[in-house]
């Protein structure tokens, strides 16, 4: 749009008489004054991301059919008592790893099986960590199973226990996970049976029961993610291969428990019940820290900085402070507590809010400041899980199936060790976790109501997308206004030359200078495409390295720097180098000020996409990016100007270089949190290797777009102008 | 030489990419985009319709494929052709690849026809200091590239539609009417008519080029430079008995030839004959011709599939009350008519740029768009390289479309796979797009129309 706008200028100097449309003027005003708006938006986006917890809303229960909290709870001190001696059952079964393995399902089938409901087991594999990054974006989990060698021993068995609802028509289902190490099974994992199994047997007595439920007790040995992922993938995505079939039938008599006849417990099926409504992993924790309630714990944060449904939060936190008296937590970063700066920040807010409240009482919008520091906690631990891209549970599985879950940690008030303590906790989390099943069989469509995409600062609070995006829209607005006004600085200092040119010498008239002029961008646009091409085969470049799999993260991390710099110095062979098309028409200012406006425009592009992708990945990342696209200027230009300034642009230019590479900035983080000698160039290696093993979309954003401004930025630092 | 050895070496580099990437389409499922395979020219649902023809229904059964049944008889054999261990699809691929090929270089020869005839209208208005040759390639050159190196082109290629054929019919028609050759650019014309229905208003452009000749200044400057070489007789100003006697002499100004047209007419209504003939034999059995029309461009005018594509009907049409809908049908289609003449008039002394220009809107306004069309009215843009060098906003588009193209697999992923976003996100990118296809036409005819001024000062100035 901008460039119209500098004709529609360059116009006004020759008939002053035509005055350009408003919306035309607004745009010229903005570029020529394009560095006090940028940096006003960009302080401005400071001020709103640090205002965020102040912003944040009271959560509701928006779907109206939910109706938290309306039925008495049914479960009774029998049940619980049931409940009591699965755990007394499990705990006292003092066996080898090996039989337990075997052992613990055939417990909990046979109880599952008890109460009436159908059940079958379901054996996996664990799956290897793979390089897929743009698994994230192909929508449906991957199917292709690995053609790998197990050993019959390294199977998982996940039991499954089906409930069909009396009253529904079974499509839809709800999912109750509840993760046990096989090998080693604790007091909690084993009160968390319990309180799965409870809540089971009485499902399958009530009356009101409209969607099936499925009772997953996943197998926990090589991680409670994988269990339930691969239960998750069988279910949905049904296979057929002949290797599976030959695979159970080799295996079938170590693999599985050994059946009784009296119950007929499948194996080579997957019974499946409806789509699934919502998914709740339960845990109890048996931490040895007293308070003076119970804790209930909410983890939501599933892969890519996806949330689910804001409802199915809100129930649970409903029923567990209004209902069952529990105090509920989300995850906060606890460093932040003491942080000085947010202590100083959330005085000046409170002091504010006291003085508008004198003014006119009906102005409310201070915070106390420990509900400020609380809350800056609690955002910023949101942000960052969700920037990371990697799940902070189990059910993080299920979001990649749209379906909303999030696990619920249990811990109780005192240690559990007499058996009255522990009836009432189950009751208390048995009669939660009834009233969310409740709530959620009162649902008569999918999640829609409520946010998905939000930060939570409480368990009761938070800030929606429509909130925590003007944030991030003031950080970014500079980008195009700068990118513009540099672009057209450089057209009219090139109009300029020419004309003095012609003025000089009426023989030198070179049309071929105005021509193509409106396409002297090409240059710059076709070196920040090679840069970027080249941050795609960097991004790629680890998917090489993965055939070896015996290198040390040391070296991986090594021969990925060199390999990086050695396909930059091939591509810059091939397709030429970035500075090397000054033409003789080209005044020298102009090469590096729109290879600038190219790297900014493709940055603002960039953060753009991310925020869809993942908003707190974008939002992090333009802290970064937009100060580095911002400040870039060669350092050959700099020293013409003057003393101060010079040392000011140079020291920030340096020391923006050095934070921008993301390896350095990973390790200077690393080594600021934990001490200088924990360091190495592997931890880099096995930061991104995480990423990508979780699918994380983090990952492309550091290849695809971050690196590659990262070494624009040093081209323009560097340029021969 | 080394200039042409240069334009070898991509154009070759273009189609092994090409081949390297058939090989891995599975992975990229670009045929299951809704920006890269619409209802109209997908090939899945291309071998659907094949599969129903050789099981003895009609391929129109069901509502799966839309296409030409000259279509199925020619690709259909090659959908199920298969080869062990390559990928499915494969034949029609090096198909798509040999037609992307053929699009170029038909690009290129129109290109270099027009700019022969430019030169030449140059020369004889003496604006000859207008014309050094460029340092790097000619227009044509530049505009194959551009049509082989669009990432949109090698999408469409890849990702397995029909509209790589598509858009080599409407090049060669529009190439044969550069060249004069009635019966190629009738061929061109009627066959990219019958398998998508918007180049019917290309007849417009076709007709222009077959009468006048290829894009050149205004005919106004000829006249006045005609009366005013021919003498200073006040009564030759502007009046046609005195230019003829000038334009016999040395200046290129042919009158409306009537007998290309003529040709191009009869040629239109055989082909168009033996078109229909061949598809009433294909589909003797399932309805005949009227069953075609229905299915075909009968689908493409009433708008019946409204699943989401890049292009902004859909979204209406979703929302729009039962008992409007005929008339926001016709509303929508008129607008694209209405522009026809309007422009026709302005640019008749360009009717290759008219090709583009229809084009660019028939993409940005028909019911089933899709990143081919894009591909092809970008790269016929490339022919005009010379005249548009001022066109602004260039570096605003070139973000534009960039982000456009990026966004919008984003969004569609938003709503459909992960289900936190709605229609609106992806509608919005839709609309984006759309008004980036404005402003390109806008900026190109603007920046074509201020060329033709400059000329027309330049010419008065040597005068």
């Not at chain 1, 529904?168 to 909690?188: F, H, Q, R």
């Not at chain 2, 003797?284 to 069953?291: A, N, T």
């Amino acid at each position: 749009m901008k460039p119209r706008m500098m004709a529609g200028s360059s116009g006004d100097t020759k008939n002053p008489k035509i005055k350009p449309r408003p919306i035309v003027r607004i745009g010229i005003f903005l570029i020529s004054h394009s560095i006090v708006v940028s940096l006003l938006c960009f302080a401005a986006g400071i001020v709103a991301l640090i205002l965020l917890p102040l912003f944040a809303k009271n959560t509701y229960i928006s779907e109206n059919a939910l109706m938290p909290g309306s039925a008495n709870s049914m479960l009774s001190s029998q049940d619980v008592k049931e409940a009591n001696k699965l755990v007394k059952d499990i705990i006292g079964l003092k066996l080898s790893s090996e039989e337990a393995r075997i052992e613990i399902p055939r417990l909990i089938a046979q109880h599952m099986a008890d109460a009436g409901s159908e059940v079958y087991y379901h054996k996996f594999h664990p799956q290897m960590s793979q390089f897929y990054p743009l698994h994230f974006f192909s929508g449906s989990p991957n199917s292709g199973n690995i053609k790998e060698n197990h050993s019959c021993v390294s199977h998982a068995i996940n039991t499954v226990g089906i409930i069909r609802a009396p009253r529904g028509d079974g499509k839809e289902a709800i999912v109750l996970v509840t993760p046990y190490n096989s090998e080693k099974v604790e007091l909690g994992e084993a009160l968390s049976l319990a309180l799965a199994y409870s809540i089971f047997s009485l499902l399958t007595r009530v009356t009101w029961l409209a969607k099936d439920v499925i009772w997953l007790a996943a197998d926990a040995r090589y991680g409670e993610y994988a269990s339930v992922t691969a239960w998750l993938r069988d279910y949905h995505i049904p296979q057929f291969s002949a290797l599976e079939k030959l695979d159970a039938d080799i295996c079938f008599e170590s693999g599985y428990p050994h059946e009784q006849n009296e119950n007929q417990i499948r194996t080579d099926v997957i019974s499946r019940a409806g789509t699934m409504a919502a998914g709740l992993v339960f845990k109890v924790v048996d931490k040895h820290k007293e308070t003076d309630k119970d804790t209930l714990s909410i983890y939501a944060e599933a892969s890519n900085g996806q949330m689910p449904n804001l409802d199915l939060i809100n129930i649970v936190n409903y029923l567990a402070v209004h209902r069952q008296g529990l105090r509920v937590k989300v995850e906060k970063l606890y460093f932040l507590l003491d942080s000085v700066f947010l202590k100083i920040v959330g005085d000046v807010l409170e002091t504010i809010g006291k003085v508008a409240r004198s003014l006119n009482a009906r102005w409310e919008f201070g915070i106390p400041v420990a509900d400020y520091i609380d809350g800056a906690a609690t955002l910023a631990s949101s942000m960052y899980h969700q920037a990371l891209g990697v799940p902070t549970g189990s059910h993080g599985a299920f979001r990649d199936y749209q379906v909303d879950a999030i696990t619920l940690e249990i811990s109780p008030k005192v240690s559990l060790n007499n058996e009255v303590r522990i009836l009432e906790f189950l009751l208390r989390g048995g009669r939660l976790i009834e009233g969310t099943i409740r709530s959620v069989n009162n649902l008569l469509e999918k999640f829609h109501q409520s946010f998905f995409l939000y930060f939570l600062t409480s368990p009761s609070k938070f800030v929606s997308v429509g909130v925590y995006m003007i944030a991030f829209g003031l950080l970014v607005v500079p980008l195009p206004i700068i990118a513009a006004s540099l672009y057209c600085d450089a057209n009219v200092l090139d109009s300029h030359c020419i004309k003095e040119q012609q003025k000089s010498g009426p023989a030198s008239t070179n049309e071929a200078g105005i021509a193509f002029q409106s396409w002297r961008w090409l240059h710059a646009a076709k070196v920040v495409l090679v840069i970027h091409l080249w941050g795609a085969i960097v991004s790629l470049l680890p998917y090489l390295m993965y055939q070896f799999p015996e290198m040390t993260p040391t070296t991986s991390m090594l021969s990925w720097g060199l390999l990086s710099i050695a396909s930059l110095l091939f591509l810059h062979q091939i397709l030429g180098s970035p500075y090397s098309c000054v033409t003789v028409n080209q005044s020298p200012n102009r090469e590096w000020a729109v290879l600038k406006s190219m790297m900014i425009a493709a940055a603002g592009i960039g953060l753009g996409l991310m925020s869809i992708i993942n908003f707190a990945t974008a939002q992090i990342g333009a802290l970064l990016i937009v100060p580095m696209c911002l400040m870039v200027h060669p350092l050959k230009h700099v020293y013409r100007a003057g003393r101060l300034r010079t040392l000011a642009v140079t020291a920030c230019n340096i020391s923006l270089g050095f934070i921008g590479f993301p390896p350095a900035a990973f390790l200077f983080l690393k080594a600021y949190s934990e001490g200088l000698g924990s360091v190495s160039a592997g931890d880099f290696w096995n930061w991104v290797e995480s990423l990508w093993a979780w699918n994380s979309a983090t990952y492309l954003y550091l290849g695809l777009i971050h690196l590659p401004c990262w070494l624009l930025f040093m081209y323009v630092l560097l340029h021969p102008c | 030489m080394e200039k042409t050895r240069w334009f070898w070496v991509w154009v070759i580099t273009s189609l092994f990419f090409r081949l390297v990437l058939i090989y891995f389409p599975e992975n990229l499922n670009l045929g299951f985009r809704p920006e890269v395979a619409t209802p109209l020219t997908s090939l899945r649902r291309l071998a659907e319709g094949y599969w129903l023809k050789q099981s003895s229904m009609s391929p129109y059964a069901g509502s799966m494929y839309h296409g030409s049944p000259m279509l199925l008889s020619i690709l259909g054999p090659l959908t199920v052709k298969r080869i062990e261990g390559q990928p499915s699809h494969l034949m029609c691929s090096l198909l798509f690849v040999v037609a992307d090929l053929v699009t170029a270089m038909l690009i290129r020869a129109t290109g270099q026809t027009l700019q022969l005839a430019y030169s030449q209208s140059l020369r004889s208005l003496n604006l000859v200091s207008l014309l050094e040759s460029s340092e790097t390639l000619s227009a044509g050159d530049i505009a194959a590239l551009v049509y082989l190196w669009n990432p949109l082109t090698i999408i469409t290629c890849v990702g397995s539609s029909t509209s790589p054929i598509e858009n080599l019919l409407i090049v060669l028609s529009l190439y044969g009417a550069c060249l004069r050759i009635a019966p190629l650019a009738a061929f061109g014309w009627v066959l990219a008519m019958h398998l998508s229905l918007y180049p019917v208003i290309l007849i417009i452009p076709v007709i222009l080029l077959l009468g006048y000749g290829p894009d050149a200044p205004p005919r106004k400057l000829f006249l006045q430079k005609n009366s005013s070489e021919n003498g200073n007789s006040p009564s030759c100003h502007g009046n046609y008995p005195c230019n003829e006697v000038t334009s016999q002499e040395k200046l290129p100004l042919h009158p409306f030839l009537w007998r290309p047209v003529m040709h191009f007419m009869l040629w239109a209504s055989f082909w168009l004959f033996y078109v229909f003939v061949l598809c009433s034999i294909s589909l003797k059995q399932h309805g005949g011709l009227l069953e075609m029309l229905k299915r075909t461009h009968g689908f493409i005018l009433t708008m019946e599939d409204l699943s989401p594509n890049i292009g902004v009907l859909w979204y209406f049409f979703a929302e729009v009350f039962d008992f409007f809908r005929d008339f926001f049908l016709i509303v929508f289609h008129i607008n694209i008519l209405f522009m026809i003449l309007p422009l026709a008039i302005r640019l008749k002394h360009r009717p290759c740029f008219l090709a583009f220009v229809y084009i660019a809107i028939s993409s940005m306004l028909k019911s089933y768009p899709s990143v081919g069309d894009s591909a092809l009215y970008l790269g016929i843009l490339g022919l005009f390289i010379n005249e548009l060098a001022e066109m602004k906003f260039s570096f605003f588009l070139f973000c534009g479309y960039i982000g456009v193209s990026l966004l919008s697999p984003v969004m569609h992923n938003l709503w459909i796979w992960r289900g936190t976003g709605n229609a609106n996100f992806y509608f919005a990118t839709a609309i984006a797009y759309a008004c980036l296809q404005i402003i390109l036409v806008v900026e190109s005819v603007g920046a074509m129309l201020n060329h033709d001024r400059m000329l027309r000062k330049n010419s008065t100035v040597k005068l």
